[in-house]
């Protein structure tokens, strides 16, 4: 097989093709790409001839990579989705018919796994889905979602709601999460989770022209495989709010993170929420918390009347929190007349539970496992963001495991 071939585009061909690399070491597969993928560029070698060619030089917007005779498939994928940056989708070939390994690759960046030898139907079927996104004026699903949580009031429970929703979201529901605290003085994010904040949230909300995979994946801390957060502890003498490059910087930390994430969810302080009302625009879902009582009614109504006068069309659910702590507390029906909003879902009075999640820098369902208030936490998520189609999902296990 020769160095580089390629494949002239048919001139009937009507729309163009988005531009295609193929790394391949088989001649079986250099076939299948040529019936396939008219008009891509073929290279001959494997997963260390791509990170070593698209180090020079400025990838296509796909890139189809075999990865026969890797040692290490997923740390090779990670290192060539880095090199790449969030613009470039990565479709891996490789003769092991693993399903382990297809969500593995799919975690360290690759958008599809394909076992060999890879029928050519099924090569270019693979390369339109995740090329559609690069094809001027495609309308492509959206499947990134964004749910950004705000209290009421102060001390209302709306951080402990994203940290546990987030986790619960992206370790029992398998969503890839990526979690912000967007208050970079006293934000409590990291310290709920026992990591270490940093300045690369920051720097994301001052620098949007730097924005993109590899800045972002710099700055975020990692707890598995499915959960990333990007959380500060600035000096109180060098931050307040975000910047007002925040809005602009919050468009391109989404957009990047459409490659690496299916959901987001934002910890919005009111003090952001009042200075940055602009920040909501960004939204598909806002979860206001509050408590059963009425001076947290009146400020749940002022905090709607904020989001839906800059965010007419994003949805807003309630969230009564702390219900049966007895401080105060009015009846359902007396919070919804004085707040003129619905109760979407209640979460019960916790305490004991939730300081000892405090305590240990654990999401509650980890370290109080039959906790009521993290069960009620995990359903409210799972109804807050709509699962995976699950026909679709079937259908992808069985193409994995060789099943009809």
């Known amino acids: 097989m020769s160095a580089v071939l390629s494949f002239a585009r048919p001139a009937d061909n009507a729309s163009r093709p988005v531009p295609v690399l193929v790394f391949t070491t088989d001649s079986m597969t250099a076939t299948a790409v040529a019936e396939a993928l008219p008009g891509a560029t073929l290279r001959e070698g494997g997963l260390g001839t791509a990170i070593g060619a698209l180090s020079q030089t400025l990838p296509p917007p796909v890139v189809v990579v075999d990865l026969t005779d890797t040692e290490d498939a997923t740390g090779g994928i990670a290192s060539l989705a880095r090199i790449c940056g969030g613009q470039c989708r990565i479709v891996a070939l490789g003769p092991a018919n693993d399903v382990a390994l297809y969500h593995a690759l799919r975690e360290a960046g690759a958008a599809d796994y394909l076992v060999k030898p890879v029928a050519p139907e099924t090569l270019a079927a693979s390369v339109a889905r995740t090329g559609a996104r690069h094809e001027p004026g495609a309308k492509i699903e959206k499947r990134l979602h964004r749910l950004f949580v705000c209290g009421a009031r102060g001390g209302t429970g709306a951080t402990t709601f994203a940290v546990n929703a987030a986790w619960h979201l992206s370790r029992r ?38 924005v993109d995979g590899l800045f972002v994946a710099s700055a975020a801390a990692r707890m598995g495989d499915t959960l990333s957060v990007l959380a500060a502890e600035e000096l109180l003498t060098e931050v307040g709010v975000p910047p007002s490059a925040c809005d602009t910087a919050l468009e391109r930390l989404f957009e990047t993170l459409e490659d690496s994430a299916e959901c987001i969810v934002v910890d919005v302080p009111r003090s952001v929420a009042v200075a940055r009302p602009g920040i909501f625009a960004h939204a598909d879902r806002v979860i206001l918390l509050a408590e059963m009582n009425l001076a947290a009614a009146r400020d749940a109504a002022r905090i709607a009347h904020l989001v839906q006068s800059v965010a007419p069309e994003c949805p807003l659910s309630l969230v009564a929190n702390k219900c049966g702590s007895s401080k105060g507390e009015i009846d359902k029906a007396a919070f919804v007349r004085g707040s003129r909003l619905t109760v979407d879902f209640q979460l019960p009075w916790d305490p004991k539970a939730a300081a000892a999640a405090a305590n240990v820098g654990q999401p509650i369902a980890q370290a ?23 026909g679709a999902g079937r259908s992808l296990w069985n193409k994995i495991v060789g099943r009809k």
């Open 173 to 210: 529901e398998g969503f890839r999460v990526t979690l912000i605290d967007l208050d970079l003085a006293f934000g409590s994010v990291a310290l709920a989770l026992d990591i270490e904040p940093s300045h690369g949230l920051r720097d994301i909300l001052e620098n949007p022209d730097r």
């Open 368 to 390: 109080v496992k039959a906790s009521p208030l993290a069960r009620a936490i995990a359903a409210s998520a799972e109804s807050l963001v709509p699962t995976p189609d699950t």
